[in-house]
């Protein structure tokens, strides 16, 4: 009785260890995502810029090759459903440019600061925040409690090359 | 004569001081606003992350049940004066939540740093800051001084659930 | 022969260092750029707010009398060359103001950290990037690498008073 009172107080304490600090990268790995090389601006911008202990990520959309969910307006060309996969392929190009910009140790952030998803959308659409939920949900999944992240999830009348969805954050970094 | 000199001193001082610092709380009673209980979120996001003194709120509608202001856009739905109503209704969220993140002590604001005010607009409305002026002097009469903040007012093509007005917030704390 | 070498050599260092550390202010002088005294702002906001030694500057329209690329809508009613211009204006005041919050001195400038770019765009006008490269490269003409920034360029419904570009940016100065 002891011993199992005992065996499930370790399985809590493990499992509360594991969820505050889980390896992004071994998270990701258990997700079946690799992340795709971080991608270079062709313009007088950058990906990231450190200030301090805190990092500031460019708007990004989707990367590599586009797929029926990355372009369009939600509300006219695709559904919420859609555009929840679109937030969630536009993580993992977030993801890519962290991993660029940690030196590939995503262990290194200490917590997902502030996300800001802009959805494409019709004048009547109003479901962002299940669209941006793509997002949040995996950064989540990676970083455990670390992800979670204050949040705008809003309306722009059109995006760049008409991308469903564009999403910036700031990220603070362990003191190194 | 040098006695009413001194008098007139004084009270400018004191009310250099009273500007200057004022009991947020104090300022709150007397404009008859109490400040509801923080809201959570439903999803893998929270209202608020304190990173360093910085505290960065997420996007904020209205909380509570919702009024006739709080729906709608403007430009087609809604007057300015309805939407600065609203802007007004979200500031007291945005209080209630920096509220919880201060541990119920609003006077540990060093200063509102920022504020994003997106308008839920018609492409032909221009008003912006005339609605988001419903937050900003909310703030300015709660913090005096330390409620004057670097602000965007813009137009939105849609916001979640339809809310006329979503504001997000960037907040310095004092040292502790 | 050796001293061509040298001279050669000596010459790339400069360019390189003068590359790297460009004084603002002589930079706008080649670009005959004068800077326009810094506006203020009629309700209960600022142009910027200091916090540490991180500046956020307000969303800024472009200063002055308005010329025919200030107003309207993109995709409707200006070409995206004319948006490149506006936003090129947009970025003239955006450094007066900088330049009032630094006390006249654009050296203090460490990095232009983050930029969001807000285009007044028709629902089919996708090329917000060309637009905002109007403000990117006269940054990276003023600062250099200081002046590469993270950045967002988005659609908005709309903007105050049918301005065509609105800018906002956070800025990281040296320590004092």
């Known amino acids: 009785m002891l ?3 005992f065996f499930l107080l370790m399985l809590g304490i493990s499992l509360q260890v594991y969820a505050q600090s889980p390896n992004p990268h071994a998270r990701l790995k258990e997700l079946g995502i690799t992340l795709p090389e971080a991608e270079k601006p062709v313009a007088n911008f950058v990906k990231w810029v450190r200030s301090g202990n805190m990092l500031y990520l460019s708007g990004h959309g989707s990367c590599g090759a586009p797929t029926a969910v990355d372009r369009g307006k939600l509300g006219k060309d695709l ?3 859609q555009g929840y996969e679109a937030a969630k392929r ?3 190009c977030l993801l890519a440019t962290l991993n660029d910009a940690t030196g590939g140790d ?3 952030v200490k917590r997902v600061v502030k996300v800001l998803g802009m959805v494409n959308s019709a004048p009547e659409f109003y479901d962002q925040p299940r669209v941006i939920n793509g997002c949040s949900d995996l950064l ?3 970083f455990g409690e670390k992800g979670k992240h204050a949040r705008s999830a809003v309306g722009m009348a059109s995006l760049p090359g008409n991308i469903s969805v564009e999403i910036e954050m700031v990220v603070e970094l362990e003191e190194e």
Chains 1, 2, 3 share one sequence.
Do not use: D, F, S
């Open 140 to 142: 989540t999944q990676v």
């Open 106 to 108: 995503l262990g290194k």
């Open 79 to 81: 559904t919420t459903e």
């Open 3 to 5: 011993k199992h009172l």
């Open 90 to 92: 536009v993580a993992i």
